[in-house]
């Protein structure tokens, strides 16, 4: 409490822990932002009750004056008192429940891979690797993977990543293909409807082939000396005829 803060430090912002809350991850993103700053140690002690608030405050404040000598001592005071709040660790063996569901797409699927691995208390580079090459659906990834496997868990992820951009974008061109397909075809059918429509002819005629339709002509009355002229002579008398 001796040691004087810098004038020109600038304390970071910190998400505040009010005693509910894990304490390691608190303590860790409190470790991570003061030392990239650099400070001393008697720095981090001094700052470190700003993070707190409710309950949490009022436990360091209480502390007896003289009981920490260090930050390192000052986190496992922190970490003891609020080891009920920490959440349980899972063993890497739980990898093995973690498979890519059928039609999960492998973007949404590494999301959801590497959200299970940040709950993993300690991951061996090897054996992990393995676990998601196992994950993954029968593909072509997978078969990359087993023929070609890589030297490290970070190279296989890479990879993963990589096909999962291409699959993503193959999605998106085909969505933009088939929307355009639909879109010529409306197009030509509105064409269609714009056309006059032709009657349509009955089955086996042409429309050429009309019956030819001539207009009725009366045949004139001939006289009746001239029909008599023409008419066949009568027929020869028979014998009962010439006996009487």
């Known amino acids: 409490m001796t040691y004087k803060i810098p004038g020109d430090f600038k304390f970071p912002e910190q998400a505040t822990f009010d005693g509910s809350g894990d304490p390691r991850e608190h303590l860790l993103s409190y470790q991570a932002k003061m030392q990239v700053l650099g400070v001393r140690d008697p720095v981090m002690c001094r700052a470190f009750l700003p993070t707190l608030k409710g309950s949490a405050q ?8 003289g009981s920490i ?3 390192e001592e000052l986190a496992d005071h922190f970490m003891s008192h609020y080891a009920a709040n920490i959440k349980p ?7 093995g429940d973690v498979h890519q569901e059928e039609g999960e797409s492998l973007k949404t699927y590494l999301a959801r891979w590497q959200k299970e691995i940040q709950s993993i208390e300690e991951v061996e580079d090897q054996t992990t690797l393995t676990f998601f090459i196992e994950s993954l659906r029968s593909g072509q990834l997978y078969r990359d993977l087993r023929d ?3 030297a490290t868990y970070a190279e296989a992820i890479h990879m993963a990543n990589k096909r999962a951009n291409t699959e993503q974008a193959m999605k998106h061109k085909r969505q933009c293909e088939v929307g355009g397909f639909a879109s010529g075809k409306r197009t030509r059918a509105e064409g269609r409807e714009r056309r006059p429509k032709m009657t349509r002819q009955p089955e086996g005629r042409r429309p050429y082939d009309r019956p030819a339709v001539h207009p009725y002509r009366s045949v004139p009355e001939r006289p009746v000396h001239e ?18």
């Open 58 to 65: 009022r436990w360091l404040v209480a502390l007896p004056p």
């Open 69 to 71: 000598h260090s930050f």
């Open 89 to 95: 660790q899972k063993d890497l063996t739980h990898l």
């Open 148 to 150: 070609n496997r890589p």
């Open 227 to 244: 029909v008599q002229a023409v008419a066949p002579p009568a027929p020869p008398p028979t014998d009962d005829c010439a006996m009487n």
